[in-house]
């Protein structure tokens, strides 16, 4: 998995391309992935306790996490606050981190 919960992807395909948005969740059985405000759609709800109305709610819908990469935030990077392909880079003491193929830089999740 090129991606994890929180980070902060980039859309690069599909009908949301172009938006940038942080991982909310992540659905491995299905290669899918729910970002923050990304892919909304109406979701028509019966009346329950918690929505005593009813009616239409706007919800998250899952993209192919085939079609989001990380968001380079190294501002020096040529591919500033776009998506990015990673590569696994191993530091002095051992740790594993993912690194922008362009600045080589950490990728880090957002808070
Ligand atoms: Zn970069």
Do not use: W
Request: charged share 30%.
């Amino acid at each position: 998995m090129h991606v994890r919960t929180n980070d902060l992807v980039a859309v690069m395909a599909g009908n949301e391309a172009g938006k940038t948005g942080k991982i909310i969740k992540i659905l491995p059985d299905a290669k899918r992935v729910i970002l923050k405000g990304v892919n909304l759609v109406y979701k028509h709800t019966k009346p329950s306790q918690k929505n005593p109305q009813g009616g239409r709610i706007q919800k998250e819908a899952s993209i192919a996490i085939a079609n989001v990469l990380p968001v380079c935030q190294n501002k020096n990077c040529k591919k500033f606050e776009r998506g990015v392909r990673v590569r696994k880079k191993v530091l002095e003491n051992g740790d594993k981190i993912r690194a922008c193929v362009y600045c080589s830089s950490e990728i880090m999740s957002a808070e």
